[in-house]
């Protein structure tokens, strides 16, 4: 058994269809796998700070209908797709939706107010 086969595992994303244009951008240049690597780096922070109130309910909370989700599939890191669902777990969000939320702090330049390490 090989076990760097199982370092990756086939994931997909839900992104909403007015973000497509800057997640292209943005995955440009380097991989969809690095790029979600870059954005729990970037914002593993801010989450910690618990900067989003963590929504009490029983069950996880879906993207809003409507959005007309574009499906981007990719092969994370096992550990970066663990991260992604701990967190989104601990918000009551889906990953998906964490995605989106990691993507717009982007989009809105957190990365400038948040001190490197």
């Not at 989003?52 to 409507?66: A, H, I, N, R, S």
């Not at 964490?98 to 400038?112: E, K, Q, S, V, Y």
């Amino acid at each position: 058994m090989n076990p760097e086969k199982f370092e990756r595992t086939q994931s997909s994303l839900l992104i909403p269809e007015k973000y497509m244009d800057e997640f292209n951008r943005r995955t440009e240049n380097i991989s969809r796998e690095d790029y979600l690597h870059e954005l729990l780096e970037r914002y593993r922070n801010v989450l910690l700070w618990r900067t989003f109130e963590k929504l009490d309910c029983v069950k996880t909370k879906y993207q809003e209908e409507g959005q007309n989700l574009q499906k981007k599939n990719f092969r994370p890191e096992n550990a970066d797709w663990i991260e992604l669902g701990e967190f989104a777990q601990w918000l009551g969000i889906s990953r998906t939706a964490l995605f989106t939320l990691l993507l717009l702090l982007d989009i809105a330049g957190w990365d400038i107010i948040i001190p490197a390490k």
